[in-house]
């Protein structure tokens, strides 16, 4: 199975996960081209699976979950629009036992909450666009981030992590109000939004694969 992340005219954004093995490697065909690679080879190095769940051959059907934060391969925040969820499954060699299914949400500054219609391969479908200021779980992932002092009076954060490469900020539209590449061996950044509004901002700390976000308040 792979589940993957694309734009509303099908182009690839973002691998969410790929389990597959050396056996099933003709499997995923409509996956592996889309990510870069060939549609008989959906284990080639050059299928972008960056950030993404990989393994072995599911063993069996049931529940999946899968996210994603709005970002690109790269960690770079996409703009608001219309994208898809797409996922391919396939249980035997060949085309006959393979099916594809896209679902189509709208990320934006709105909540986009949808339960699909169940079909013969898949059911019990929920599917949940959660903007930055609406419902958004902080998530550190596998890094370590602090964030000192929050709230601050001044807008300027002194933000530590255990690895990163890249800093940034936004507001609650989404939109991107700083930025800063993270050099080699850097455990922190001084983050200054003195020049923005008294207000609610995300710090996003991305560490190529993997994007942490944490509110932070600006009381002016």
Not at 76 to 92: A, Q
Not at 95 to 122: C, E, H, I, L, M
Not at 124 to 137: E, F, K, Q
């Amino acid at each position: 199975m792979a589940v993957w992340i694309e734009s509303s005219t099908g182009t690839f954004v973002k691998t969410r996960a790929r389990n597959a093995g050396g056996g099933t490697s003709d499997h995923l065909a409509v996956w592996a081209v889309k990510s870069g690679g060939s549609a008989g080879n959906c284990m080639s190095a050059s299928c972008n699976t960056l950030g993404a769940t990989t393994g072995a051959t599911l063993s069996n059907f049931g529940n999946r979950n899968f996210s994603w934060d709005g970002t690109d391969v790269s960690g770079n925040i996409l703009p608001d629009g219309t994208y898809k969820i797409t996922v391919e499954s396939t249980w035997n060699h060949g085309s006959a036992a393979t099916t594809t299914r896209s679902y189509t949400f709208v990320k934006g500054a709105a909540q986009d909450v949808q339960t699909p219609a169940s079909d013969a391969n898949f059911t019990n479908i929920t599917l949940a666009w959660n903007p930055a200021g609406s419902g958004l779980v902080e998530n550190t992932l596998e890094m370590v981030v602090s964030i000192q002092p929050n709230p601050s009076a001044n807008g300027v954060y002194n933000v530590e992590f255990n690895y990163a490469t890249k800093v940034s900020a936004m507001n609650l539209a989404g939109e991107e109000v700083y930025t800063e590449d993270v050099k080699m061996n850097e455990v922190s950044k001084t983050v200054d939004l003195s020049n923005v509004s008294t207000g609610v901002y995300f710090i996003c700390v991305t560490n190529g694969s993997a994007v942490s976000k944490h509110k932070v308040v600006i009381n002016k």
